[in-house]
């Protein structure tokens, strides 16, 4: 996700994300109201994509007809604005329709379940209607050879006229019938009506599922139609949005392109360079914000797991040089960390051919811990290009940007050693170099970005 100066919009967003997914998962059918607010996000969306091209179109005139730095820069960081906008209007879909995927999911799962139920019921009342079929079937053998005793006897016995009946239900109501009975045969006859009030009542039961039975398959069918949608949907916004990334990325490339050109003693120069340096700030802040909710302190013992050996390695191996220190540029700005190249032996980080010695070389956890944040996407990450923090336990915390790519994610436990990724130039880079920083947070909370190299030495080969 790509980080953002304006903290307060992106809390605003977020908060914004978190009440639509509340509203998703408030109620038992909740897909009216989160079609309201992603209807409401596809205007905005849609508004902003106006705006861009209506941007583009500017900035096509400027480049076609003047050079003017100062209208490209200002045409790029409106087009970035709104570009950085509908990200975070697709981080709030994605949000609302993941909200909404769990709570369809979690009502197909109740409905699964009472189709469940439903089905173990019925086959108990099946199991109880054929108890009592043969039930009923042993009472009327045994009035059966009760009528044929009778009839050897030679009387003509209440229970013969009974059976010879087409209405036996009417003759259970009459009680004349009853007294005339033997009191074995009343028990039996007792007991056959018994169980037929019984039969009567498991397969209106039984007739009761099979209504709630289909009911219920309609109701999951409609539910899974709706799953359906909300993750084609996920998956479309997710794609959208990775685009949206892509063309974020190359704007800040192209407004680098720009700066590049710009007189540095000019005051377009120094505006931009300036913005830049807002928009790192903000990151460093919200990554100082994360190791404060989320890492370890001073005074915590670190996990066993680590094998952390309490001191902390170079994280690049060969010949190495560092070309900015800490805490800043020589051009002034603020640079809380060091950037590594690999370098000759004369110091100088390209071959004669003018490639990078350090473009694509591995870089290595300066300790044991765990990875607590990682950004692989290629994105620009206000500058950090790709990157990750681990944290060693005890309150310390190292960070490497700018990377190729990362072998770890969010989770991992790495070893001191352990190859993190390669040296790239993703972000906001003039050349290939890994970017080092150590922060360490007390046991206050507070976090601090201190000088690398109290705790890490260029071994000099």
């Not at 009853?178 to 039969?199: C, F, G, Q, T, Y």
């Not at 436990?413 to 190859?419: C, E, R, S, T």
């Amino acid at each position: 996700m790509i980080l953002k100066t304006d903290n307060l919009k992106k809390l605003l967003c977020i908060v914004f994300a978190a009440a639509c997914v509340v509203s998703a998962i408030s109620f038992a059918f909740p897909y009216a109201s989160a079609d309201e607010s992603l209807d409401a996000m596809q205007k905005q969306y849609d508004e902003l994509e106006k705006q861009i091209q209506q941007n583009k179109d500017k900035l096509g005139q400027v480049n076609s007809q003047i050079k003017d730095n100062k209208t490209k820069l200002n045409q790029l960081n409106t087009q970035i604005s709104a570009i950085e906008s509908q990200i975070d209007i697709l981080d709030n879909r994605i949000d609302t329709l993941n909200g909404n995927i769990k709570s369809i999911q979690n009502t197909i799962d109740t409905t699964t379940n009472d189709i469940d139920k439903i089905n173990k019921q019925t086959e108990e009342i099946n199991k109880q209607i054929a108890e009592t079929n043969e039930l009923m079937k042993d009472t009327k053998e045994l009035l059966l050879g009760r009528i044929r005793e009778n009839y050897m006897a030679g009387e003509a016995s209440t229970l013969e006229i009974i059976f010879s009946s087409n209405d036996i239900s009417s003759y259970f109501a009459r009680k004349e019938l009853m007294s005339r009975v033997s009191e074995k045969d009343a028990a039996l006859i007792k007991n056959l009506e018994s169980k037929i009030k019984e039969l009567d009542a498991l397969q209106k039961k039984l007739a009761e599922n099979k209504q709630s039975l289909e009911e219920k398959k309609t109701e999951l069918g409609t539910q899974m139609v709706s799953l359906n949608e909300r993750q084609l949907d996920l998956e479309s916004s997710k794609s959208i949005q990775e685009g949206k990334k892509s063309e974020v990325d190359e704007k800040y490339r192209e407004v680098q392109s720009v700066i590049n050109e710009l007189d540095a003693n000019s005051e377009e120069y120094k505006a931009a360079i300036k913005a830049q340096e807002k928009q790192r700030e903000a990151l460093e802040a919200q990554i100082d914000a994360y190791i404060k909710a989320h890492g370890s302190s001073e005074g915590d013992t670190p996990d066993e797991t680590f094998n952390n050996d309490g001191k902390m390695m170079w994280p690049v191996k060969g010949k190495t040089t560092i070309t900015a220190g800490f805490p800043s540029y020589p051009s002034g700005g603020a640079h809380w960390g060091i950037d590594i190249c690999v370098c000759d032996s004369n110091g100088s980080t390209r071959d004669s051919n003018g490639n990078s010695y350090s473009l694509g070389k591995p870089y290595y956890a300066a300790q044991g811990g765990k990875v607590i944040i990682a950004h692989n996407d290629g994105g620009w990450n206000s500058g950090f290009g790709n990157y990750c923090v681990v944290d060693h336990g005890d309150g310390k915390m190292t960070l490497y940007a700018h990377s190729k790519y990362l072998n770890v994610s969010v989770g991992d436990v790495v070893q001191k050693g352990q190859q993190l990724g390669a040296i790239g130039e993703t972000g906001n880079v003039t050349g290939p170099h890994l970017h080092f920083e150590v922060r360490v947070k007390d046991s206050d909370g507070n976090v601090t970005r201190v000088q690398p190299l109290n705790y890490v030495s260029n071994p000099g080969y």
